[in-house]
């Protein structure tokens, strides 16, 4: 079982700031790949961004959805069992309650239905 906690959701302006964080718990963290999604109101769960799980080398594969690229970084810290998405330069389109997702998958996905555990989500709501 994987426990996934977002957090840093909240209220901003057009062109703001934020970073959401997943704290995860239940299984080595570093060895599972991670993603962000995003579900806005009458809309399916879209992909935004997803993490490579660690390797060799500290260097991380990292994708994202083309309306975000630019935009959002993702990021983990190992140490924190911690995964991140900065968000920057929010437009009122990004509002949408944000989930952590983990996948079992050996290779990083975009897909959805390849994460098997989630997080209960956190608000983003960007204001015009």
């Known amino acids: 079982q994987v426990q996934l906690v977002e957090s840093g959701g909240g209220l901003v302006q057009a062109g703001g700031s934020l970073r959401l964080s997943c704290a995860a718990s239940?299984?080595?963290?570093?060895?599972?790949?991670m993603g962000w999604f995003r579900q806005a109101p009458g809309k399916e769960r879209d992909f935004v961004a997803a993490?490579?799980?660690?390797?060799?080398?500290?260097?991380?594969?990292?994708y994202y959805a083309d309306s975000v690229k630019g935009r959002f970084t993702i990021s983990r810290d190992n140490a924190k069992n911690t995964v991140y998405l900065q968000m920057n330069s929010l437009k009122p389109e990004d509002t949408a309650v944000y989930y952590c997702?983990?996948?079992?998958?050996?290779?990083?996905?975009?897909?959805?239905?390849?994460?098997?555990?989630w997080g209960q989500g956190t608000q983003v709501t960007v204001s015009s």
């Open positions: 993490i490579s799980k660690s390797g060799a080398s500290t260097y991380y594969s990292t």
């Open positions: 997702a983990h996948t079992s998958r050996l290779v990083i996905t975009t897909q959805r239905g390849g994460y098997d555990y």
């Open positions: 239940g299984r080595t963290f570093s060895s599972f790949s």
